[in-house]
């Protein structure tokens, strides 16, 4: 019997260090139509998808374009204003365009935190994304 030692972060958590590590908006959750409740199994560092990654998105929000690569998505200024936004619900077009159409791969995301230390990791480990740590 193999037994190994696992981290759990929760989403929301997950999401904040995101938000504050990189300066851009993020909410897992959203991504790919809306993710499914459970746990996301991620292994840092491992091979990421960003070269399948769109090079750019239509500014459309719940578009079906979805996900870019992580130098577009750290290239964009998070205040930039979509040009298809109508007026009065700029902020909030703005917030659901860059958590449901405007993000990258997350295993690029993961292994660019774990270069960063963020998981405080000596070895391979694997990540549990969940939604809900009991």
């Given at each position: 019997m193999n037994i190994r030692t696992v981290k759990m972060i929760d989403c929301q958590e997950f999401?904040?260090?995101v938000k504050t590590t990189y300066?851009?908006?993020?909410?897992?959750?959203?991504?790919n139509g809306c993710q499914a409740r459970g746990i996301q199994y991620l292994t840092v560092p491992d091979d990421d998808n960003d070269e399948y990654m769109n090079d750019d998105v239509p500014e459309e929000v719940n578009g079906d374009q979805?996900?870019?690569?992580?130098?577009?998505?750290l290239a964009r200024d998070p205040a930039a204003p979509l040009k298809t936004s109508e007026k009065g619900s700029e902020q909030?077009?703005?917030g659901l365009f860059w958590e449901r159409n405007f993000y990258p791969?997350?295993?690029?995301v993961?292994?660019?935190?774990?270069k960063k230390d963020c998981f405080r990791l000596t070895n391979t480990l694997s990540?549990?994304?969940?939604r809900e740590i009991q």
């Open positions: 999401d904040e260090l300066g851009r908006p993020y909410c897992f959750q959203q991504q979805m996900g870019v690569k992580f130098a577009t998505w909030f077009d703005l791969d997350i295993q690029t993961a292994n660019d935190l774990h990540i549990l994304i969940g």
